[in-house]
């Protein structure tokens, strides 16, 4: 049965303001109204430009309409393949088909996995001892106030998902945030890990990769604790964003990328599965059991370790014990039980057909599945896709009509390793390969202040000229550019290299154009209990303009992608920064016996090819727009094709050595790090274990790996001129 949240004492102030970015402006307002009308009433003297229809689809936010889609997602906690996940849906499908778009369900049996029994006991000296043991409650506190106790009473226990099943005794290793440096480091300093339980902390890396490296190194199995270091500030949740002492962040400790049981292709009914026994021994899960820690708990682990200090960047942060090595003499006692099962999950799909070009699709996609409420991850990107339906609902019947059809896409079960999308890329990948302009993504579309967003490079002055066009959700005197181009980020535009969310398998696997966008960074209360409604409203968006303003950059690039008549895309630009990623790896083995001159010539091939497109594109939008000159849509197609097609070209049907779902040979993760980035990753990887064998045969595979980039590169090129050879 669905709990549904008590509203009564929840501040509603913010949903009764509904100025579409946040700024009293009589003017903009005035001019929406004045635009609005004159369509109602057929005033105008030629049918609306696709431009006039933008202006019109900014001027249609409303925060008001963003928060209530963000209240009725949040209601419950709903992880996927639980009922309040498939609720979740239904209200997603329902709003959609209300905005006049049929929605439908797209469902998967995928497995996934469950806490069945969580213990963990810390004793002051390993056995024999007879000093009593200490057991942790392992619950996250249900802070004062909450206006939805018997919902938070139903979130699942923090687990990690995927973790093995079993238990593990030994004396606690502290090991840093459990990189492969930080036990290189401890192997270094004399600590032995073997059989020992390792104490890590979130916040570097991903979950997943801390547990494998501490098994790795011999561990039994690992705790992982967030530190209040780096997640609770000066002032903890309700009083403060930070997280407070009980918090614990959940996740999956998956390796791979969609359902465990059908890797590489999609989990439709009665299709091959691999055994509970293959997906074990598959590499992707972990090999030792672990369980998620609070602050609390972590700290009290830390006060039991002995031995030699860690190095002062290891420490904690003020007030917090003295961080030692160990190993022990605190004593680790570790249970976990899971429970991995086939379960349904769904995911909710709608579109708006195309009138010119029904069979090019621009998709715009976003998880709904949370570990607990979801507030910030995902829900708040949710929202903003519900309010991009709304708005463009209301175009419709102001007689709008895309060129090209737009696919919006809700996915599940991203949290457990981005299942849901994997699986639909997976099932539709020959249609997809062939007919997707570009995907668009947003996770957690609100954490809080700062805009933030990585594509594949032809995308980036597509989002830079959608972001001038949206006021700043805090600062009314600018536009979300100014603000950006402001920021301290060193870079301004992050790219698609790592596999943090569900635009990996469109990228990394298929090679589709594409973008994720967000407001804030990370968030201190990430995949906890503290994620909900509540929190967002006094800190991640209190005014929800942030939503908005997401919203509003967020489907105008959907629409100048669906409504321009030649695709904006760049590939000059693309080309420039491929050199410089490649004068980073010369860098990185001078004096080793390898060339990147094949690289670099086939780069230079690929500017050229770009520097001709964007030179034919120009000539023909010249053309079809003479005076008395009839259009050519089949040149037009034709051309915008091969931009389309371009980014497919960077893939290889090999994929990445020993990760051959990565199909991508200049975007893929970090082989350490599934959420950090890599440019050319197959060449970093052979680099880096070339690095640590340093034998001949280890870097002519570098020079193999350098030799299938330029490949991949010439064929780009070969596919921008658009001629055979």
């Known amino acids: ?175 840093n945030y459990g990189r492969v440096e930080d036990f290189a480091n401890l192997r270094a300093m004399g600590v032995n890990v073997t059989g020992a339980v390792v104490l890590a902390r979130y916040g570097k890396i991903y979950r997943g990769e801390i547990v494998s490296n501490a098994a790795a190194a011999g561990a039994a199995a690992a705790v992982v604790y967030t530190d209040s270091k780096d997640y609770s500030g000066d002032r903890w949740f309700p009083d403060g964003p930070g997280m407070p002492p009980s918090g614990v962040q959940a996740g999956s400790t998956y390796r791979g990328i969609g359902d465990p049981t059908t890797p590489g292709w999609p989990s439709s009914a009665g299709c091959e599965r691999l055994s509970a026994a293959e997906v074990a021994t598959s ?73 010119d070009e029904p069979d090019r699709y621009v998709i715009l996609g ?41 696919v919006f896409c809700n996915w599940d079960a991203e949290e457990y390793g981005l299942i849901g999308s994997t699986e639909w890329v997976e099932e539709n990948k020959e249609m997809l390969a062939s007919r997707a302009i570009a995907y668009l993504n947003v996770d957690c579309a609100v954490g809080g202040p700062g805009f933030h967003a990585s594509t594949t490079p032809q995308l980036d002055e597509i989002i830079k000229q959608a972001t001038k066009k949206v006021q700043d959700p805090d600062n009314f005197s600018q536009m979300v550019y100014d603000s950006w181009v402001n920021s301290n980020d060193s870079k301004l535009i992050g790219r698609l290299g790592g596999r943090g969310t569900d635009f990996a398998a469109f990228v990394q696997h298929i090679g589709v154009p594409s973008v994720d966008l967000s407001f804030g960074g990370g968030y201190p209360v990430y995949h906890s209990l503290y994620d909900d409604f509540v929190w967002m409203q006094k800190f991640g968006d209190p005014l929800f303009h942030r939503h908005v303003a997401a919203a509003s950059i967020w489907g105008l690039v959907a629409l100048t992608l669906a409504d321009d008549e030649f695709l904006p895309f760049n590939y000059i630009s693309y080309a420039l920064e491929l050199q410089g990623s490649t004068k980073t790896l010369e860098d990185e083995v001078l004096g080793m016996p390898v060339t990147f001159t094949p690289l670099y010539r086939s780069i230079e091939e690929l500017e050229k090819a770009a520097t001709n497109i964007d030179k034919e594109k120009k000539a023909l939008e010249l053309e079809v727009g003479l005076v008395g000159r009839r259009k050519d849509p089949l040149k037009v197609r034709e051309l915008n094709d091969r931009l389309m097609m371009a980014e497919r070209a960077f893939t290889d049907r090999e994929g990445l050595f020993h990760r051959e779902w990565y199909k991508h040979l200049i975007y893929g993760p970090s082989l350490h790090d599934d959420y950090g980035s890599n440019s050319f990753p197959g060449i970093d990887d052979a680099i880096q274990k070339a690095k640590s064998l340093n034998i001949s045969d280890s870097w002519r595979f570098v020079q193999h790996e350098v030799w299938r980039a330029a490949r991949v590169v010439t064929q780009a090129s070969r596919v921008l001129h658009g001629k055979l050879t």
């Not at 003020?318 to 899971?338: C, K, Q």
């Not at 209301?394 to 059809?405: A, C, E, M, N, V």
Request: charged share 15%.
């Open 1 to 175: 049965m669905e709990t549904r949240m008590d509203t009564s004492s929840v501040d509603k102030t913010p949903l009764l303001d509904r100025t579409a970015t946040g700024a009293p402006s009589a003017r903009r307002l005035s001019a929406g109204v004045l635009l609005i009308l004159l369509l109602l009433l057929g005033l105008t003297a030629s049918p609306p430009s696709k431009a006039t229809y933008h202006s019109l689809f900014l001027s249609l936010g409303d925060n008001a309409t963003a928060a209530r889609h963000l209240l009725a997602l949040t209601r419950s906690p709903h992880v996927a393949g639980t009922p309040a996940n498939a609720d979740a849906a239904s209200y997603v499908r329902s709003a959609l088909s209300a905005a006049s778009f049929p929605a439908h369900v797209a469902s998967y049996d995928v497995l996934l996995s469950y806490p069945v029994l969580r213990s963990l006991a810390l004793s002051p000296s390993p056995p024999p001892s007879s000093a009593p043991a200490t057991a942790f409650r392992l619950v996250q506190e249900i802070y004062p106030g909450v206006p939805y106790a018997d919902a938070a009473a139903e979130a699942l226990p923090a687990f990690h998902a995927y973790a093995r099943s079993g238990s593990a005794a030994g004396p606690a290793v502290y090991a």
């Open 283 to 355: 590499g992707m899960t972990p090999g030792i059991p672990s369980l998620p820690v609070s602050a609390r708990d972590g700290e009290a682990i830390q006060r039991s370790i002995g031995g030699q200090a860690a190095p002062h960047d290891w420490q904690g942060g003020e007030g917090a014990p003295v961080y030692r090595l160990g190993p022990g003499p605190g004593f680790l006692n570790l249970t976990y039980i899971g429970n991995e099962t086939l379960a349904t999950i769904e995911n909710v799909c709608a579109m708006i057909e195309g009138e």
């Open 366 to 406: 976003n998880h709904r599945d949370a570990w607990t409420f979801g507030a910030v991850d995902p829900n708040s990107g949710t929202a903003a896709l519900l309010e991009i339906a709304q708005r463009l609902g209301k175009l419709q019947k102001r007689g709008w009509r895309p060129r090209r059809t737009i």
